[in-house]
């Protein structure tokens, strides 16, 4: 991929996505097309270009469109680039319905079991999510479409395994495309450099800093961390974060999320849990964290009411609209010696379901939100895009928006994404959420927590294999 960077920056990138595309030894990868240019057009010597869809001669069509872009930079992103393409194709409207990721997650399915079903929507990861959707048959596969448009060389492959669903519809991370996502993610450590000044607090540079500084923050009257989970998935981030470095590496938990692991009955679940309930204990949360929203507390770290906000890239352009030059945010700062590590990945894909009257025009709208000039959009509104482009290379490193994208491309090439623990069963998002819960008011230890995760996870296994066995 040669698209203008500097021999410095552009080899560390490549570095970093030939790290990122190392882990497809962990799923069956998919074989390579050659590929577009990023901006739709099929690349010289493909034999594709004839065989691309023009939505300008789909005669007038209106798509409607799912997705929980809901954020600031999120939601100005995906503003601006729907202009863009009904600019582009005046015959195109695009119908947007933006709804909250609970939301979503709670009316998508009856959404696609209907009669007149969405064109193109936002399915989240995982077998409660998109491996359902497909295995009913309400997705479309996008295979095709990936040859044709050449998303099997824009993206890390990776990447999209985490969109593919095998033939049975079983498993994820192998088989057919279901979907494509725009933005990396990943959960860090955000900081407001005002409070620690006050404090006295530098801003860390390794992990054993990150938690000594806690106690500081705390005895000089500054709340160490500010969280709210009454949403429930705050604390499946912050947990998986803390899992991820108690475990030192990615490769053993994210084993487990895919099923080859030896499950979550682990000295590094355990030690996640205990961080977690004395975060609580200590005071170095709010009290009562349970009972605040998500919203709540990202506002609150915002008008300086917390040292530290543990939570994802997703909200770094609310976060510096009102907080600007003050704001800082890192990957979790590893130890000396040691490489960095956190839950993270990429965004919810988008995905155009079976029952669309457009398919074709969907697919060029999904190849229009992915192009190299979406992932400009997306960084000049403050959103890490999957491959960062000609916009990220200008970003002022010392800024939080530099320090993120510095910080996606070390973790790519550190190979220190652990993917969200939710995809690990249908029903794990709503156990472990619930469980941790329990964990920040004292109701479950650690060894219990683990032992409610371990459980769920094999009794999904044995699941598996009796229907295995059954075929």
């Known amino acids: 991929m040669n698209d203008g960077r500097s021999p410095r920056t552009g080899g560390r990138y490549r570095r970093a996505l030939a790290a990122l595309a190392a882990l497809c030894a962990l799923l069956p990868a998919a074989a390579c097309v050659p590929g577009t240019d990023g901006s739709g057009a099929a690349g010289a010597g493909t034999g594709a270009a004839s065989a691309v869809p023009d939505p300008a001669k789909a005669g007038e069509v209106t798509l409607t469109v799912w997705d929980q872009q809901v954020r600031g930079g999120q939601n100005a992103a995906i503003e601006r680039l729907n202009k863009e393409f009904e600019k582009t194709y005046p015959n195109v409207t695009i119908k947007r319905v933006a709804r ?29 999510d998109m491996v359902a959707f497909a295995h009913a048959g309400m997705l479309a596969p996008l295979d095709d479409y990936a040859g044709l448009y050449g998303w099997n060389t824009r993206f890390p492959q990776t990447l999209l395994n985490l969109n593919r669903v095998s033939a049975d519809g079983k498993r994820f991370g192998t088989g057919r495309l279901y979907g494509v996502s725009q933005e990396g993610e990943y959960i860090g450590v955000y900081y407001d450099k005002k409070v620690l000044r006050k404090a006295g607090v530098e801003p860390p540079r390794t992990w054993k800093e990150f938690t000594e500084a806690l106690p500081e ?48 009955e682990t000295d590094a679940t355990r030690e996640a849990a205990r961080t ?135 973790l790519n090439e550190a190979d220190g994404l652990v993917p969200y623990l939710d995809y690990t069963t249908p029903t794990f998002y709503d156990t472990l959420s619930a469980d941790l819960q329990g964990v920040l008011s004292g109701d479950i230890g650690p060894e219990e927590l683990a032992s409610r995760m371990q459980k769920s996870y094999d009794d999904f296994r044995a699941q598996q294999r009796a229907e295995g066995e059954d075929r």
């Open 100 to 128: 909250s990721f609970n939301d979503l997650k709670k009316t998508l399915k009856l959404a696609l079991s209907g009669d007149d079903p969405p064109d193109v929507v936002q399915a989240n990861q995982g077998y409660s």
């Open 217 to 264: 923050l705390k005895e000089a009257g500054q709340l160490p961390v500010q969280f709210g989970n009454l949403d429930k998935y705050p604390a499946i981030h912050t947990f998986g974060l803390l899992q991820a470095q108690a475990a030192g590496s990615a490769g053993p938990v994210r084993e487990t999320v895919f099923g080859r692991g030896k499950g979550f």
């Open 276 to 410: 977690l309930a004395d975060w609580s204990e200590k005071g170095y949360v709010p009290k009562g964290a349970n009972g605040k929203g998500y919203d709540d507390a990202a506002k609150q770290f915002a008008d300086g009411k917390g040292a530290f906000l543990v939570t994802g890239t997703w909200q770094l352009a609310d976060l510096r609209k009102t907080m600007g030059d003050d704001l800082g945010f890192m990957p979790p700062p590893p130890d000396s010696g040691a490489q960095p590590v956190t839950t993270g990945g990429e965004g919810l894909p988008w995905s155009v379901t079976s029952k669309s009257d457009h398919p074709e025009v969907a697919a060029a709208y999904l190849d229009f939100l992915t192009s190299s000039h979406a992932s400009n959009v997306l960084t000049e509104e403050g959103v890490l895009p999957v491959v960062p482009g000609a916009a990220a290379r200008k970003l002022d490193a010392d800024s939080a928006a530099g320090q993120m994208v510095a910080g996606w491309e070390a």
